[in-house]
């Protein structure tokens, strides 16, 4: 699939999506406290998301049995909602949730602390947060992809923290994922020639200790190799001549 070059009229749309998935981000972070299964997360968010007259993007995609990935602690991604997975106080919680409204997808997440969370765990939160912004300081047309990718992790790397390798950000538009692969760790080419209309789903997961990960048995859930914190934080951008935009952040 080649990259695609969105027009006004889809910018238009991915924006409306990304507005969308933006407020089912606000609400559930509401609803994150001690108690809660992952389940009813799963379940408020495909409500949320109905409501807004969209579709989920991640439910049944390529079998993907929930409408949000909702990943606890060592999870990096893809953790698989459960009526018997109870959030406790000190956990970290990352969504990944999507959304597809007239033919288009928004894709985002959040890390989310649990009641009283150690100093290392909000670090954590904290730094995966910025490295994203520090890699959209290069999103702009006539950059290249590398210098996102280089920025994010040289960022998270410079406080001891590894990068995952074996799972990337990526295009997005009428499919959820589309070329190009956007990695967060330097790459050896420039990669692709940024231009404006390209509408990218940049996604950090950064690990407290190894930046190897390990897949469970379910095929889905992604969890750090040492069993060490991970966290997620993730926007779709549409790359502008001077910048970018962000769409699914209000």
Wanted: proline letters at 3%; hydrophobic letters at 35%.
């Amino acid at each position: 699939m080649s990259v695609t070059i969105k027009s006004p009229r889809e910018k238009e749309l991915m924006r409306e999506a990304g507005k969308i998935l933006a407020q089912v981000h606000n609400e559930l972070g509401k609803i994150i406290k001690p108690g809660i299964s992952t389940y009813e997360i799963d379940k408020e968010g495909e409500r949320l998301i109905r409501s807004f007259g969209c579709e989920p993007s991640f439910l049944n995609y390529q079998g993907y049995p929930a409408s949000i990935c909702v990943s606890v602690n060592e999870e990096v991604v893809h953790g698989i909602p459960s009526r018997t997975r109870i959030i406790k106080d000190g956990d970290i919680v990352s969504l990944d949730a999507g959304v597809i409204w007239k033919g288009y997808h928004s894709d985002a997440a959040r890390t989310h602390a649990v009641g009283n969370i150690d100093d290392a765990a909000k670090r954590l939160i904290k730094v995966t947060e910025q490295s994203f912004f520090e890699g959209i300081k290069y999103a702009k047309a006539g950059n290249y992809l590398h210098e996102i990718s280089a920025a994010i992790g040289s960022y998270a790397e410079s406080f001891g923290y590894r990068v995952v390798k074996d799972l990337t950000g990526h295009g997005i538009g009428t499919h959820l994922h589309e070329d190009p692969n956007v990695p967060n760790y330097k790459q050896r080419n420039k990669g692709i020639k940024l231009e404006a209309g390209m509408t990218l789903a940049i996604e950090p997961m950064i690990n407290a200790g190894t930046w190897k990960v390990s897949w469970l048995d379910d095929g889905w859930t992604v969890v750090t190799r040492d069993g060490r914190l991970s966290a997620h934080y993730e926007n779709t951008v549409l790359i502008t001549e001077d910048g970018c935009e962000i769409l699914s952040l209000i």
